[in-house]
């Protein structure tokens, strides 16, 4: 079946410094990639989304590329701020079919 | 345009009680899905929904767990004799058209069961 795979959190960074958060999908076609936030005591918000290969989503000065031959959508962020401190979650969705398939979450936090 | 609203934001349920969490879709929007977050876990789709309508359920426990989106007012997530196992994040997403692409959601509702 489809899945989401995230790197296991907490990701403890300083400020400014370099941010990755791997994750890899499996999926029988052609997905839509999608990352989501979650601020402490808040909701879900979209972050990015990418929905087709070699596509780079970008957001905040957050980006992911939609890589088809590594079947992953890593997030980067180059100069991560104590604002960022939050769950990020890693999702697909099949055009087939309109439920998310989640991630487990990585947890950042960001030390000033 | 206000969000997607979700209340209560918290609800403590004894175990054998019923919880009813309530969720008002954005304007404009009639498709609404139910995900379910349990600690240190992803999320993960319960039901989606259209006006009056039940999509698909297949991720909806079989028995206690109901749904419903009716003509007016919001859709309610319902679940009858509640045990501690359903202590969760749950939450709401709603989008104009039967596509997550543009699903929105709602800050959530912690049922915490004691």
């Known amino acids: 079946g489809n899945s989401v795979t995230q790197m296991e959190g907490p990701v403890t960074l300083s400020e400014e410094a370099f941010l990755t958060i791997n994750c890899t999908y499996t999926?029988?076609?052609?997905?839509?990639l999608f990352w989501y936030v979650q601020y402490p005591g808040e909701g879900l918000q979209l972050l990015l989304k990418a929905t087709k290969a070699d596509d780079k989503g970008s957001n905040k000065g957050f980006e992911a590329t939609y890589r088809k031959e590594t079947t992953s959508f890593h997030l980067e962020k180059g100069s991560v701020q104590v604002s960022d401190s939050a769950v990020y979650f890693c999702a697909l969705s099949m055009d087939s079919n309109y439920q998310l398939i989640w991630g487990a979450g990585t947890k950042l936090i960001i030390k000033p | 345009n206000a969000g997607v609203m979700q209340n209560p934001r918290h609800l403590v349920r004894r175990r054998g009680q019923e919880a009813r969490l309530r969720c008002s879709p954005m304007?404009?929007?009639?498709?609404v899905y139910w995900y379910r977050q349990l600690p240190e876990e992803g999320l993960k789709f319960m039901v989606y929904?259209?006006?009056?309508?039940?999509?698909?359920e297949s991720g909806m426990p079989k028995e206690r767990f109901s749904a419903e989106f009716p003509k007016e007012g919001p859709s309610i997530l319902r679940i009858q004799q509640v045990v501690r196992g359903d202590s969760a994040a749950y939450f709401c997403?709603?989008?104009?058209?039967?596509?997550?692409?543009?699903?929105?959601f709602g800050q959530g509702t912690r049922l915490t069961v004691v």
């Open positions: 304007k404009g929007h009639s498709h």
């Open positions: 999926a029988t076609g052609y997905p839509s």
């Open positions: 997403a709603s989008s104009p058209q039967g596509r997550n692409t543009e699903a929105f």
């Open positions: 929904l259209q006006k009056e309508n039940i999509i698909d």
